[in-house]
Every structure is written in C-alpha cells, then in structure tokens.
C-alpha cells in the first residue's frame, strides 16, 4: 500500500514538474530555423501559407512540410504560440503517464495471473492511469488544433480601417473610410 501510495505521489509531482518546465521553457523546435529550408525563406519574406494536416502529413499551402516547420510557423504567430505551448503542457504528461500506466498495467497482469495479491489493484490502476494519458493527449490535441486554426484565421484577417471609393449626392465620386 505504501508503495503504490509513493507511486502515485510520484506521478503527479512528474505531472506538475513538466507542466511548469513547459511553460517557462518551450523553444518548440525553432533550433532548425537557421537551416536555411525553403519554408523559413518564405516566412523571412513575409510570405505566409495556411497549414493543414492530411493522413499524418504536413503542408502549408501546397508544400509537405515536417512537424518542426509548422511548429516554427506557429511560433510567428503570437496567440498561436501560447495556445500550442498549452498543448505541449498537457502532451508530455500524457506520455508519461502512459509509460507508467502501461507498465502497471503489464506488470499487475502478469502478477494477477500469477496469483499475487497486488496483481489486480495494479492493473485496475495502470488502465486508470492510462485513461488519464489518453485524456490529456486528447486534450493537447485540442489546443494544438486550435493553435492551428488561430494561425490560419491570423493570414485571412482583413484590417478594419478600409478606404473606399463611394458616390456622391451631387453624382461624383469621393473617398470614405469604413470601420
């Protein structure tokens, strides 16, 4: 009891440790941009290209790109950036929990069919730990889709200052600003 006790107090510090590290430190890949790619001449230039994710690739406008590139356009971004640095504070958890969960989960089974007496409540936890990483992947899932879709939305926005031109009373023609 002691021990699954310390387990489970070990979990959660790794939890909130990596939750916090992500916050102040996240670079999020942008060591690769001095590679001198395409991609970051364009970015340079001020050339943007929407993003989009199609059966496990990457493309921005009509280029496939790695995961590292569109990390680095989300970065350009500032609302994009903290929404995906969000999603990396629920991602790596997940992947921690999920290395603990399964090994519970392996080792309570194995222990279980061998008639121990911690097999069972070891395993029933490694699948509720394992359903916590699934939930937090889900989730940094979320944040990740919506930092995408914040960049996006970020390339088409139109000003709201607008000079038009608009007709007269007298029939000329006169410059108006529209809000």
Do not use: C
């Not at 997940?94 to 409540?121: R, T």
């Amino acid at each position: 009891m002691r021990s699954s006790i310390s387990i489970v107090l070990f979990s959660l510090m790794m939890l909130v440790g990596f939750a916090f590290a992500q916050n102040d430190s996240f670079d999020g890949g942008s060591s690769d941009a001095s590679s001198g790619s395409g991609l970051y001449q364009d970015v340079s230039k001020g050339e943007k290209s929407k993003i989009s994710h199609v059966s496990n690739s990457w493309y921005v406008g009509g280029t496939e790109v790695s995961p590292d590139a569109v990390v680095a356009l989300l970065q350009s971004n500032p609302e994009a950036a903290s929404e995906y640095s969000t999603g990396r504070m629920f991602y790596y958890p997940s992947l921690v929990l999920g290395g603990i969960g399964g090994f519970a989960l392996g080792y309570g089974a194995v222990s279980w069919i061998m008639g121990k007496d911690f097999g069972m409540p070891m395993t029933l936890g490694g699948v509720g730990v394992v359903g916590v990483a699934f939930l937090l992947g889900y989730i940094s899932g979320n944040y990740t889709d919506s930092a995408i879709e914040i960049y996006n939305k970020s390339l088409s926005a139109e000003t709201s200052f607008k000079v038009q031109l608009v007709p007269t009373v007298q029939g000329g023609i006169a410059l108006a600003f529209a809000i």
